[in-house]
């Protein structure tokens, strides 16, 4: 219409700038399929590594302590390794990968099993394990990512999680909003222990039987049991005495945990977890 391009003129001559019909918002591309490695044996440098699935404050960085302790497992921080992305800047280089046989989604895996890879490396042990509470989320692209992963899955009272993720930041969560939000990630860890196969650990029986159950896990994981385990690591630590500060080596040992809480103290939207992880008859 003859107003509107009079009205886009003067618009351009006194701001600079004209009205343009919006069009339709492009549709993203469509998710790379998800896929096992074309070729086990050059596309994965690890060998058999160990996922630690567990809800927060569940007693995994305890856990990953006691693990590290032996010989043969390298149990590092936490690593968020599939947080890492891959990105094509230009189609040329899509065709290039494409032509190779990979699409985004594997040269991702590629570069998680990579980072992976070269912290085991650097530790000179032979098996890696990776503790990441998140990774519940994402269980089913890690088993295809590596194909001969072990899983091992660790349950924690979850009234007591829910307790324990408030005591972590009572500023930031209410007690409520604590429940709720670590019962996405026990929802997660239970989705992985119906879809893979794995060990079944309870951090209550861990705390109480550390030995037998770290036979367990080295049962599992076909590994030779460690005592070391028990004493699970050294902490340099410094100390002030005689005026001064001065160096100490303090041992790691496993604590009881906490009184189990009562059936009428659980939440009511953690009672249906509770009774499918037996806390709650």
């Given at each position: 219409m003859n107003w509107q391009r009079h009205v886009n003129k003067a618009l351009v001559r006194?701001?600079?700038?004209?009205?343009?019909?919006?069009?339709?918002?492009?549709?993203?591309?469509?998710?790379?399929?998800?896929?096992?490695?074309?070729?086990?044996?050059?596309?994965?440098?690890?060998?058999?590594?160990?996922?630690?699935?567990?809800?927060?404050?569940s007693g995994s960085t305890l856990l990953r302590a006691i693990l590290n302790a032996h010989p043969d497992l390298h149990a590092?921080?936490?690593?968020?390794?599939?947080?890492?992305?891959?990105?094509?800047?230009?189609?040329?280089?899509?065709?290039?990968?494409?032509a190779l046989g990979h699409n985004q989604a594997d040269?991702?895996?590629?570069l998680w099993d990579r980072v992976l890879h070269r912290e085991l490396?650097?530790?000179?042990?032979r098996y890696i394990v990776d503790k990441t509470p998140a990774n519940a989320f994402a269980h089913q692209r890690i088993a295809t990512c590596w194909p001969d992963a072990r899983f091992v899955f660790l349950l924690r009272h979850p009234a007591s999680i829910a307790t324990s993720w408030h005591e972590a930041s009572p500023d930031r969560r209410t007690p409520e909003e604590a429940a709720l939000d670590a019962?996405?990630?026990?929802?997660?860890?239970?989705?992985?222990?119906?879809?893979?196969?794995?060990?079944?650990?309870?951090?209550?029986?861990?705390?109480?039987?550390?030995?037998?159950?770290?036979?367990?896990?080295?049962?599992?994981?076909?590994?030779d049991w460690e005592p070391r385990m028990l004493s699970y690591g050294e902490q340099r630590v410094l100390e002030k005495g005689l005026g001064d500060w001065r160096d100490k080596i303090r041992t790691g040992t496993v604590q009881p945990a906490r009184e189990l809480p009562a059936p009428e103290q659980i939440p009511d939207p953690l009672k249906p977890i509770s009774r499918t992880w037996g806390y709650l008859t």
């Open positions: 006194f701001t600079g700038f004209q009205i343009e019909r919006a069009e339709g918002q492009p549709s993203p591309p469509p998710a790379p399929e998800i896929r096992p490695p074309a070729d086990p044996l050059t596309d994965r440098l690890l060998e058999s590594p160990v996922f630690l699935l567990s809800p927060v404050r590092p921080h936490e690593l968020h390794v599939r947080r890492l992305r891959v990105q094509f800047d230009t189609a040329l280089a899509a065709k290039a990968m494409d040269l991702e895996h590629l490396v650097r530790s000179g042990k019962l996405r990630y026990m929802k997660a860890v239970q989705k992985a222990r119906s879809a893979l196969p794995g060990l079944t650990v309870r951090y209550e029986e861990l705390s109480a039987e550390p030995e037998r159950v770290t036979r367990e896990i080295c049962a599992y994981l076909r590994l």
